[in-house]
């Protein structure tokens, strides 16, 4: 009987393993499914505020330029070399 039981349970703690194994890298919930999405968790949250902050400063540019004129013809003047009727551009590359 001793001999009966003995074998059962190196079944038994080969079946866990087994089962350990299978649950770890080969189901579809494995843990290596976990850090993949973990990572990409994680950089989708980094772009988020990426995005956040640039929204901000995009918000805060077009108040500054629905608001303040000398704002709004300094960066048509430097961004997209607007000029007036009397004046000519000249630009200087470095």
């Known amino acids: 009987m001793l001999h009966t039981y003995s074998r059962s349970r190196y079944v038994r703690a080969i079946l866990m393993l087994f089962v350990a194994v299978w649950v770890a890298f080969f189901d579809r919930n494995s843990l290596k499914e976990h850090i ?3 990572y990409q968790l994680h950089r989708l949250e980094r772009e988020a505020v ?6 901000n400063s995009n918000r ?35």
């Open 50 to 55: 990426f995005y956040q902050a640039q929204v």
């Open 36 to 38: 993949i999405v973990a």
């Open 60 to 94: 805060q540019l077009l108040n500054d330029l629905l608001t303040d004129d000398d704002h709004l013809e300094k960066i048509a003047r430097e961004q997209y070399y607007m000029k007036r009727a009397d004046e000519d551009i000249f630009i200087i590359e470095d």
